[in-house]
């Protein structure tokens, strides 16, 4: 099989104000499962990007380990790129965004890379308010270690090997609510005409951006009891050998705001899908917390721009770091010798 992308594009692509086609923050082809949710979301920051004429060498893509963090790979293959260690991601987008604040740093996460192994790095993140848009292809599993439960996973789901969840699952969004975060978000991976709007608000947000995206894992949530399953009917796979992946049709779905969505998935499971109304305040910390627990104890997944606050001040204003990348400075600017630190430690005493 050929990975390598056909170079070959329609002559009258549309083009945005940098004169950049969409095909311009192609990245390499996708390996992942096909189906896979995950993809969309790739698509959808893909778009995002064109549709705000963000160039492409301005943008810096960083990720920890999962199925979810190879996916910067799919996206703006002309962008700077990290992949980090498993969820220490926060600590190397902390760094980059505090030497260089001229870049737009989009850090993808998933449901393990963030809720578990990364979760004191995520909080941390959260707290210090670092400048840049944080997404989680949230699917409840393990894809790349063949499917053990996540944090997020909801109580009582059943893994693949029949094992049922005994933990509440983590409510990332909420998390990120009480930590602090100035915008908080919440999509799921099929509905591009949220998504895309939601993701070009984080970009262009000063402050930390948290955009959850509900992503059913096509391969390891395919079997009753898995409350995020995304593939064949359990009568097809009684007979599938473990490493056969069914070709499936990402499910796509768009409704208007302020009215519930049912997901029928391809096993006959449903989600149930919310988008807040044009009358739900954003500016309310409280009230998002409040409507979070309430669509959860109602078994509902509420989606849209859940907070914002207009007024946010990054990491880099808060310190009041240099202007300019430290790239950019020179050596007298970066050692200015002897007499400056001791006026600095004088100011100390």
Not at 138 to 165: E, F, H, I, P, R
Not at 299 to 323: E, M
């Amino acid at each position: 099989m050929s990975y390598i992308k056909p170079k070959f594009r329609h002559p009258r692509l549309p083009i945005n104000t940098l004169g950049y086609t969409v095909a311009d923050y192609d990245g390499a082809i996708s390996t992942l499962c096909a189906g896979c949710g995950h993809d969309s979301i790739s698509a959808a920051i893909r778009n995002a990007c064109f549709l705000s004429s963000i160039p492409p060498h301005r943008i810096a893509k960083l990720s920890g380990i999962g199925c979810s963090s190879k996916m910067p790979t799919y996206f703006m293959g002309r962008s700077h790129g990290f992949n980090s260690v498993h969820g220490r991601m926060p600590s190397v987008a902390t760094g980059a965004s505090l030497a260089n604040r001229e870049l737009t740093y989009i850090g993808v996460s998933g449901d393990g890379d963030t809720a578990s192994i990364g979760i004191g790095q995520f909080v941390h993140l959260v707290r210090r308010n670092v400048n840049m848009t944080y997404i989680v292809a949230n699917n409840g599993c393990y894809g790349l270690t063949k499917g053990q439960v996540s944090a997020t996973a909801d109580l009582g789901t059943v893994s693949k090997y029949g094992t049922a969840n005994q933990f509440e699952g983590i409510d990332i969004a909420s998390l990120a609510l009480l930590q602090g975060a100035s915008l908080v978000a919440r999509s799921f991976s099929g509905d591009k005409e949220q998504l895309e709007p939601l993701i070009r608000g984080a970009m262009a947000h000063k402050g930390f951006a948290f955009i959850d995206v509900v992503s059913p894992c096509v391969t390891f949530n395919n079997h009753a009891g898995s409350t995020r399953s995304y593939t064949e009917t359990r009568e097809h796979l009684d007979a599938m050998p473990l490493d056969f992946v069914p070709m499936r049709e990402e499910i796509r779905t768009h409704y208007a705001a302020g009215t519930g969505q049912n997901v029928t998935l391809h096993d006959g499971s449903v989600i149930h899908l919310h988008k807040t109304g044009t009358d739900y305040r954003t500016n309310d910390r409280v009230a998002a917390l409040n409507a979070l627990q309430a669509a959860q104890e109602e078994d509902r997944i509420l989606t849209g721009l859940l907070f914002l606050d207009p007024n946010s001040q990054d990491l880099n204003r808060n310190l009041n770091l240099a202007t300019r990348p430290l790239n950019e400075l020179g050596k007298n600017e970066l050692c200015p010798g002897s007499r400056v630190l001791n006026s600095i430690n004088e100011g100390l005493r």
